[in-house]
């Protein structure tokens, strides 16, 4: 009898064809005259396989071609003696990442399902207090952090309790995102990144027209041997000097950590599609910078092909300089947004009392603020209606750190690069689309928070899963209508000055930025004219800047002075100082 039916079963059964899967909530098991355990409904069998289980726990799986063959299966096997389970052989899904990654577990900006936590005595990685510093071992981290000049870093450390899907949906986004479709240059300028770290070393750019080590430019760019980036901090080709670097490595991380490589963490975008450029313009013991290498470093971002650009670096100086160059540019900015009062630890309202770049009204710009793993905004995060335009994962991120090491960071330093991998997620997803897009696609998918309704611009934090799977058809497709590009002309030179008391009386620093780089002319005159007087026959002086942009003079003489500056296009700009109660006018110092 048993042979007679398992020939019918080979009749009946065929080869496996799968079938649209059909939501059951629950399927219908009896104990029937056979006394075993049965699903008839054939409504529970979602991908047409039947599974049995027989008196020595022995499984077997039987696949059938169509619904009518699948109910002539269960009833054939029903029937056998030694069968005491007949039912579907059911789906799983796995509910965390889909990676190998060590410690993708701990990354609840990914994915969170509300168990993260970081209380002191089962911490596994380093804290940074001070990303500048040196990091307080597992069980040894809590305090204050010294909150440095330019950089948006987390003011004071505390714990939360994580809520499930206060995350940025990375798993609907790695579903439909694949390899992407073409390759993107993401510009890190921040401080250095360890280059040779196990898990970026592969997400790297590269300059391939550039020969390594040979000590000569070979691509004409200015720049000897910039393999990978440069570093403006100490003009040179290091981009990677030490421990000093672990802000900008954290970040890296952040966008392009190797995902499903079996090592660390998982960074935003999978594949190799996205490359992360290098480009030091902070450093010392404070993460500090100045304007003039942030200007050249932005400047050979955009020359050397970077669409996106990472600055998690904060101000209070309203520099025009910055503003200028930034607005000149092609490239899609992320700023963070900042962490407020570093007296307080209290976030502010930068519509009210502007951090920048992030303040800065400019269509290129995305600016970010910082939530925790329970969705509410960190305390120490600055915010603005009308000036952050939406929050993204800060608080206790892991990434990479120098060393091949991993450590936990704060701030909306942190935060700034989620939405910076985001945004290289959907610029090399999508084809034919431009970072005007990228932005408006990113600012129209958020998932609305109630405590971020009236803190920033669109009441949400980061959606990558929702910016990937965005119609593009329903682009506005407007650009961008202030900022994103540079006039056919140029830019005029950026002139200010200061005055400071000194040894020998009152100082003069004067200080041109030129965002084309191709400044040509300096020079000062007695007076007060327009930069066409300047054309004429002025008597006037001569002078250079220093390698920061600077030139200082001493004042002992009252009276009026123009000081005048024009690039190779024929950009010219002037400014004008008046001095009273001096003598003997400005003589330039050595």
């Known amino acids: ?40 409904d054939p409504e529970a069998y979602e991908n047409l396989e039947v599974l049995t289980l027989d008196e020595n726990n022995e499984v077997k799986v039987y696949p059938c071609q169509s619904e009518e063959n699948l109910k002539e299966t269960i009833e054939l096997l029903a029937g056998m003696d030694d069968i005491t389970v007949v039912q579907p052989n059911y789906s799983y899904e796995n509910q965390a990442l889909g990676i190998n990654d060590a410690s993708a577990k701990e990354q609840w900006a990914l994915e969170n399902d509300g ?35 330019l950089v948006g870093l987390l003011v004071e450390l505390e714990e939360k309790q994580a809520v499930a899907g206060i995350d940025i949906n990375i798993a ?92 660390g963490i998982a960074g935003i975008v999978p594949g190799d599609r996205v490359r992360i450029m290098p480009v030091k313009a902070l450093g010392g013991s404070s993460g500090g910078g100045n304007t003039a290498d942030l200007i050249r470093a932005i400047r050979y971002a955009q020359d050397n092909g970077a669409v996106i650009c990472n600055l998690s670096l904060t ?47 400019l269509d290129n710009l995305i600016s970010v603020a910082n939530i925790t793993c329970d969705g509410s905004l960190h305390r120490s995060s600055n915010y603005g209606k009308t000036t952050v335009d939406l929050a993204a ?54 998932t609305p928070l109630e405590g971020l309704a009236d803190k920033t611009v669109t009441g949400g934090m980061l959606n990558v899963g929702a910016a990937v799977s965005y119609d593009i058809g329903a682009l506005s497709r407007t650009g961008f209508q202030n900022g994103g590009s540079a ?26 930025v030129d965002v084309d780089g191709d400044l040509d002319t300096l020079c000062y005159a007695e007076g007060e004219y327009t930069c066409e007087q300047f054309t004429g026959d002025i008597a006037s002086v001569p002078f250079e800047v220093n390698g920061q942009d600077t030139a200082t003079f001493r004042i002992d003489h009252a009276g009026t002075y123009t000081f005048y500056a024009r690039d190779k296009m024929g950009n010219a700009s002037v ?16």
């Open 1 to 40: 009898m048993r042979r007679k039916i398992l020939w019918l079963l080979a009749v009946v059964l065929g080869s496996l064809v799968l079938a649209g899967c059909k939501n059951v909530q629950e399927p219908k098991m009896d104990g029937d005259a056979f006394g075993k355990t049965v699903v008839w």
């Open 115 to 149: 168990s993260f936590s970081i209380e002191e005595e089962k911490n596994r990685y380093p804290v940074y207090d001070d990303p500048f510093g040196k990091p307080s071992a597992p069980g040894t981290w809590r305090g204050y952090a010294k909150k440095a000049d």
């Open 172 to 263: 609907g986004a790695w579903e439909k995102y694949g390899n992407g479709t073409h390759d993107t240059i993401v510009a890190m300028i921040d401080t250095g990144i360890d280059t040779g770290h196990e898990d970026l070393a592969q997400a790297i750019w590269v300059n391939a027209d550039e020969i390594p080590g040979n000590g000569i430019d070979d691509d004409g760019n200015g720049y000897v041997d910039d393999v990978n980036g440069w570093n403006f901090y100490d003009n040179t080709n290091q981009v990677f000097t030490g421990d000093g670097d672990s802000h900008g490595t954290h970040g890296a991380g952040t966008i392009r950590a190797g995902v499903g490589n079996g090592l």
């Open 315 to 361: 101000s209070t100086t309203n520099d025009r300089a910055l503003y200028q160059a930034m607005a000149g540019s092609s490239m899609l900015f992320v700023a963070a947004a900042g962490n407020g009062d570093p007296m307080t630890g209290k976030g502010l309202d930068i519509d009210e009392v502007p951090f920048y770049p992030a303040a800065y009204d």
């Open 393 to 446: 994962p800060g608080t206790y991120i892991l990434s990479t750190t120098p060393g091949n090491s991993y450590s936990y960071m704060s701030g909306t330093s942190m935060a700034a690069p989620m939405v910076t991998g985001a945004a290289a997620m959907v610029y090399s997803y999508f084809e034919g689309i431009s970072v005007a897009d990228v932005k408006e696609i990113l600012l129209s998918t958020v």
């Open 487 to 512: 006039p056919e002309s140029g830019t005029a030179p950026y002139i200010e000055a200061r005055t400071r008391s000194g040894r020998n009386g009152m100082l003069l620093t004067v200080r041109v």
């Open 575 to 590: 400014y004008v100082a008046k001095f009273a109660n001096m003598s003997d006018g400005p003589g330039a110092l050595d």
